[in-house]
């Protein structure tokens, strides 16, 4: 129990980050790995996309909506960037403040 409470004080503490949080990728390959896809078939449609006409393609599907598929992607990678640079702000504001670096005790 002693080790989820001091889990929980290094988060709620702004300056003091977990351990092992400065290589944590995976909201960044997550994000990476939809805008690849996305943009691979988006790629792939955008042809029957152009020639759609009343909502369906000249096969006869149904079109998806081009704008919010470019709006979440742009969203997903502004979010995504966000927090890695306010990782990175307040990784810096900790080693930084009073001249010395401060390190997080493993929990």
């Avoid at 805008?35 to 790629?43: L, Q």
């Avoid at 997903?76 to 307040?90: D, H, N």
């Amino acid at each position: 129990m002693e080790t989820c409470t001091a889990e929980f004080q290094r988060l709620a503490n702004q300056v003091e980050l977990p351990v092992g949080i400065e290589t944590d990728r995976f909201a960044l390959i997550c994000v990476v790995a939809y805008f690849v896809v996305t943009a691979i078939v988006w790629i792939q449609a955008l042809p029957s996309y152009l020639a759609a006409r009343d909502g369906l393609t000249p096969e006869g599907n149904p079109i998806g909506w081009l704008p919010y598929s470019l709006g979440t992607a742009v969203l997903s990678i502004a979010i995504v960037s966000a927090a890695y640079r306010g990782r990175a702000s307040a990784r810096n504001k900790g080693r930084t403040m009073a001249g010395i670096e401060r390190k997080v005790a493993p929990a």
